[in-house]
């Protein structure tokens, strides 16, 4: 096994980015970028603490899942969850973030990165309510770099083909959990968890 370990010997290998590619990337979102945003149902967040230990985290909600508050600033909803909010220590930590926002059905992405802070109060709070869930915190990202990334991983994948997936390759969620993280629960009682109430219960109805 040979490791690469300079950016020269990177450069040999994979060549040089073609200008477009190298100068694609914008410091405020471009009217496109809002349009994509606004019909984006689902989010990537990375963060990374101090010492660089990653977190890569899912945000969804209906079309939209951010809220653009202006060409340099968005804001993502903190939904009911596990309350490991792993990403939101990181963010204590080191305010750095790269987010990833895809359309269903395309596979071109759009990418932010920035700084994040947490907030709890805020008058744009009002605007992020789904069926009846407001949230109690939201993720506010300072936009320092945006540009789109092309389909090539998701063309590879095919993971929007309908004919590729195979979702029953693996056990379910319940037999996971069970094997995995939660053994002294019966069962039955996980496959009730994680059945089709479990839908009904995404903003804490």
Known sequence: MHEVASEEELTALVGEPKPYTR??????????????????????????????????????????????????????????????????HNILRNPRVGLIFLLPGRGDTLRVNGRARIVSRAPFLDRMVVR????????????????????????????????????????????LAKALERPDEPLEVLEE?????????LYGE
Do not use: M
């Not at 939201?138 to 195979?166: G, I, N």
């Not at 968890?193 to 219960?201: D, E, I, L, T, V």
């Open 193 to 201: 968890h994680y059945g089709p109430a479990y839908a009904q219960r």
């Open 23 to 88: 100068d694609k990337v914008r410091t405020a979102l471009h009217s496109w970028d809002r349009e994509w945003l606004a019909h984006s149902p689902l989010c990537l967040v990375a963060t990374s603490d101090a010492e660089g230990r990653l977190d890569v985290s899912p945000k969804g909600d209906p079309a939209g899942v951010a809220l653009v508050l202006d060409d340099h600033t968005l804001a993502i909803p903190d939904r009911p969850g596990n309350r490991r909010v792993d990403g939101f």
């Open 132 to 175: 009846g869930n407001r949230p109690r915190l939201a993720l506010l990202v300072e936009v320092e770099e945006v540009f789109h990334h092309c389909a090539k991983a998701f063309l590879r994948s095919r993971a929007w083909e309908p004919e590729s997936w195979r979702p029953d390759v693996l056990p379910t969620r319940a037999r």
